[in-house]
Nanobody, 121 residues
Framework: QVQLVESGGGLVQPGGSLRLSCAASGSIFSINAMGWYRQAPGKQRELVAAITSGGSINYQDSVKGRFTISRDNAKNTVYLQMNSLKPEDTAVYYC???????????????WGQGTQVIVSP
């Protein structure tokens, strides 16, 4: 059984910072890309940032310069450091991983349960 467990959401004032973590556990052969998505009320889920196993990174334009994605391959963990937070960053943030597991090993797409981020005075 593979799980993605997120932590680090919460309430923060505009201009503040939060750090999200997402750890993948289970019988995992390898992890390809890992990323963070978010979904605000009434809106579609959107990509925030993603990082490949080789370290290539992609950010949504609205978070460039404010958010930093990183990963610890030894711990199967991805992080999202969010600085200079704005009210429009308020959303449920979801971790995503494209990973290989099972017998035979195949690639599957997994999602975390989501963590709420609220940016408000």
């Amino acid at each position: 059984q593979v799980q993605l467990v997120e932590s680090g959401g919460g309430l923060v004032q505009p201009g503040g910072s939060l750090r999200l973590s997402c750890a993948a556990s289970g019988s995992i052969f390898s992890i390809n890309a890992m990323g963070w998505y978010r979904q605000a009320p009434g809106k579609q889920r959107e990509l925030v940032a993603a990082i490949t196993s080789g370290g290539s990174i992609n950010y949504q334009d609205s978070v460039k310069g404010r958010f930093t994605i990183s990963r610890d391959n030894a711990k199967n963990t991805v992080y999202l450091q969010m600085n200079s937070l704005k009210p429009e960053d308020t959303a449920v943030y979801y971790c995503n991983a494209d990973l290989v597991h099972g017998e035979p090993p195949l690639a599957y797409d997994y999602w975390g349960q989501g963590t709420q981020v609220i940016v408000s005075p």
